[in-house]
């Protein structure tokens, strides 16, 4: 939605030329609505401002008015910046940066935006400055939200995994959700199980859960998102149904295709290592190691109380 430009006549001073008078100017969304702020959070909203004329460079001036609120309104490029000719949009970021010690409720205003040439109005004429306004709505509360929506899913190829020595390294399977943080703090879907069945979708053939946290994502951002999940399967062709989880409650499920290709097909590919291995595998490992450290020390041991034994009859 583009909200129409409101109009500043100005008969003393020569803001603009009819030329400029007569192009059309626009911003869109506009307005920086936020119901569910909370201390020490932030928001932002991206402004985009845009004109039918792009011939000529343009000061734009951005005021601020949100009572109780002006000094928590940032804006990326500045309250004064230029729009250069050949530019007929232009985006402008306004973030909301909320205090520690920021009363709770609704705080309203708006922050107004008016172009002028950059090179002066023609001489002899009368200007019409142009802007538009930008309606602030954003409202503080005592309350922490945790919830996200998933946009959008993808899966990389893989390889199959393979064995050395008693132990299987799984395949991994690299899953990126686009997830939105539709929550007031950091936050991320807590969990993501596949349920992978043959190539007709009939049989499950494995069930496989993410390893290790997902990263989270910052309130009201929209960010990709990386699961991990082990995969035994040999290679082939698969169906998978994912479901992503907040932590109990199912927020998303659906079905893609699963391409598993043999070990070493795809060049620089990694698999899982030791945190892929089954806990008993895990365990003969650290019991190997755990061996190896007792055989070393006693060995050092070993050593030390033989040159002690040495310097003694030396002395005696």
């Known amino acids: 939605m583009k909200k129409a430009p409101f109009l500043f006549i100005v008969p003393i001073l020569f803001l603009m030329g009819a030329k400029m008078a007569s192009a059309g100017f626009g911003i869109s969304p506009p307005y920086v609505k936020n119901a569910s702020l909370i201390r020490n959070s932030s928001y932002e909203q991206v402004i985009v401002l845009s004109r039918s004329d792009s011939a000529d460079d343009l000061n734009v001036n951005v005021s601020i008015d949100v009572p109780g609120a002006d000094d928590w309104v940032s804006i990326d490029r500045g309250t004064s910046f230029v ?26 205003g708006n922050l107004r935006v008016v172009i002028t040439p950059l090179g002066g109005p023609e001489k ?19 309350k922490k939200i945790f919830d996200f929506d998933v946009r959008g899913v993808k899966v990389e190829p893989l390889e199959t995994g393979h064995r050395w020595w ?110 892929g291995l089954t806990r008993n595998e895990q365990m003969i490992i650290a019991g190997i190691g755990l061996g190896i450290l007792l055989a070393l020390s006693l060995l050092m041991w070993g050593i030390w109380r033989l040159i002690r034994r040495k310097k003694g009859a030396a002395l005696s």
């Open 124 to 142: 002899g004429t009368v200007g019409i400055a142009l802007g538009a306004q930008i309606d602030v709505d954003v409202t503080v509360i005592d």
């Open 166 to 275: 008693i132990f299987f390294f799984p395949g991994k399977i690299r899953f990126t959700m686009q997830v939105e943080n539709t929550g007031n703090v950091p936050f991320a879907p807590t969990k993501v199980v596949f349920d992978i069945k043959d190539a007709s979708g009939q049989e499950v053939l494995e069930t496989t859960e993410n390893i290790g946290k997902l990263e989270k994502v910052n309130p009201f951002q929209i960010k990709g998102v990386l699961a991990e999940l082990p995969t035994r399967l040999s290679p082939g062709s698969y169906r998978a149904n994912f479901k992503i989880y907040n932590h109990e409650t199912l927020e998303q499920a659906g079905e893609l295709n699963l391409n598993i290709l043999p070990y070493g097909a795809i060049p620089g590919y990694e698999g899982f290592g030791f945190w």
């Open 83 to 108: 729009m250069h000719q050949g530019e007929s949009q232009l985006p402008m970021r306004v973030t909301m940066t909320v205090p520690d010690k920021a009363k709770f409720g609704n705080y309203k």
